[in-house]
């Protein structure tokens, strides 16, 4: 994969294509001969361990796999960018939770796993769908609750899903989704498939019970299940300080090995990935927890300047931007030009826009949808009146 390249036609065939369909006729070019070189870089800082040896911080890439980091984290930062846009123009209700700052932990993930392999989430979930192979029109038209969403237009913001890539949601509840995290590697080691899953939860989420109670049961049956804690340092509007007695969030599980990771560092989170997979498969779970950072607030109803200052966040940005770092590596390598990765994000922003076209011409699901997709066909489910003596329906 290389830099992204935006067809000239907006037709609804290109946009149901994922992102890494779209590929530079020029870039293609300058890297057909160097694709298979491997380039090893190491990590901006050194990995955290506990009760487990660090992986080592040279981590080997090649030029292709940094120029599509650059290109999937674009397009997941002009995705988000759009959603706020979209949400304050009332096109996107309800609850809406932006990933913008966080794209390094979607992109390193699944460069260091396969789509047999399962991730759960909660509902900061657009990115993680996108990286799934999911497409910017299911994920706009989701959104907008249109037909053409993922969930067809029934799960809004917070429930996306794509069964048929491993990616599980989507989950509103806090902290719900890391139980039926653990039943998916339940699943997984039952069927003895040589795969994992990946549960993740933010810090606010990190003090739930639940947690706790599936993590004890993974190590029991050596589960191979991978706890990702996205520590972004606000729950919400609190800081982990106010919640959490011990907020290093990779030794919580006690008897559980854990890492500490710079989830800015697209690189150090694919590293920490495969050596996670690795170790889940021979011994059970372990945590990963991924120092991040989200630029928007908890929600679209959260400014996220009343708990952090604004120098807070820009500081960020210029120090640690997960883009700004593969851009980096890309210039220092003569990988790219300064103007090629501009024209890139250019692309990349017509390739949102066209997908926001097509998503606002998708129809609203009609009103009998509301009784789909609730029970398992075939069971004969009968709907009664208030009284329970007249039967309304039979659902197939």
Not at 214 to 231: F, G, H, M, R
């Amino acid at each position: 994969m290389a830099l992204a390249h935006v067809a000239s036609s907006t037709s609804r065939s290109n946009l149901l294509r994922p992102i890494s369909a779209f590929v530079s006729p020029n870039l293609r070019r300058q890297l057909s001969t160097d694709d298979t070189r491997t380039l090893t870089i190491e990590t901006s800082v050194p990995f955290t361990s506990h009760k487990c040896e660090s992986p080592s911080r040279s981590v080997d890439t090649t030029p292709s796999e940094l120029l599509s980091f650059f290109r999937d984290m674009a397009t997941m930062r002009r995705m988000e960018i759009a959603a706020d846009s979209l949400y304050k123009a009332k096109l996107i209700r309800g609850f809406c939770h932006l990933y913008d700052g966080q794209e390094a932990v979607a992109v390193g993930m699944e460069s260091a796993i396969t789509k047999k392999d399962s991730i759960i989430t909660a509902y900061r979930d657009h990115c993680t769908f996108l990286g799934r192979g999911g497409t910017l029109l299911e994920v706009f038209s989701e959104l907008m609750g249109r037909i053409h969403g993922c969930s067809k237009g029934k799960g809004g913001s917070m429930h996306f899903y794509k069964k048929d890539s491993g990616f599980y949601g989507g989950h509103g509840i806090v902290g719900a989704q890391i139980p039926l995290g653990c039943g998916l590697a339940f699943a997984q080691k039952y069927k003895k498939d040589g795969t994992v899953t990946f549960a993740l939860y933010g810090d606010g989420a990190a003090n739930q019970g639940q947690l706790f109670e599936a993590l004890n049961i993974s190590a029991l049956w050596d589960l191979p299940a991978i706890l990702v804690c996205e520590n972004n340092h606000y729950g919400m509007g609190t800081a982990e300080w106010r919640a959490a007695k011990s907020p290093s969030y990779y030794k919580r599980g006690d008897y559980v090995p854990g890492l500490k990771v710079d989830g800015m560092d697209a690189l150090a989170v694919k590293q920490a990935c495969k050596f996670a997979k690795e170790h889940a498969l021979k011994n059970g779970p372990i945590i990963l927890e991924m120092d991040t950072y989200r630029y928007h607030g908890h929600s679209m109803s959260d400014p996220g300047s009343t708990y952090r200052t604004r120098d807070e966040i820009s500081g960020v940005r210029q120090e640690r931007d997960p883009i700004e770092r593969i851009r980096k590596l890309i210039l220092s390598h003569d990988l790219a030009t300064e103007k090629e990765l501009k024209d890139t994000e250019k692309e990349v922003r017509k390739l949102v826009d066209d997908a926001i076209a097509q998503a606002k011409e998708s129809p609203m699901p009609e009103p009998h949808e509301l009784f789909t997709n609730v029970y398992a066909k075939g069971y004969g489910v009968e709907a009664f009146g208030a009284d329970r003596k007249e039967v309304r329906a039979v659902l197939p």
